[in-house]
Nanobody, 120 residues
Framework: QVQLVESGGGLVQAGGSLTLSCTAS????????MGWYRQAPGKQRELVAT???????EFADSVKGRFTISGDNAMNQVTLQMNSLRPEDTAVYYC??????????????WGQGTQVTVSS
């Protein structure tokens, strides 16, 4: 199994920055994808940014130009740099890791989440 631990959440004023980090342990050799998702109260979890083992990245339209994601090809760490934060970025942010051939039953892992609160 894979264990994911997030850190870096907190309270920040609009326009500020935060950096979230996620560290994976366990069977990290199986991981092909790592990323960040977020869930605000009363809303479904949504993609924020992801990175693949080959370095390809994907961002939600709402964070393009403001957030960056970085990791290494060992897929044991991923960092989300969040700049120009807005109140609508307030959510619990979850680290995600997936194997190359994942399903709902296997190869899909989640951290416990870290709270990000952006005040006006």
């Amino acid at each position: 199994q894979v264990q994911l631990v997030e850190s870096g959440g907190g309270l920040v004023q609009a326009g500020g920055s935060l950096t979230l980090s996620c560290t994976a342990s366990g069977r990290i050799s199986t991981i092909h994808h790592m990323g960040w998702y977020r869930q605000a109260p009363g809303k479904q979890r949504e993609l924020v940014a992801t990175t693949e083992k080959d370095g390809a990245t994907e961002f939600a339209d709402s964070v393009k130009g403001r957030f960056t994601i970085s990791g290494d090809n060992a897929m044991n760490q991923v960092t989300l740099q969040m700049n120009s934060l807005r109140p609508e970025d307030t959510a619990v942010y979850y680290c995600n890791a997936r194997s190359r051939l994942w399903s709902a039953q296997r190869g899909n892992y989640w951290g416990q989440g870290t709270q990000v609160t952006v005040s006006s």
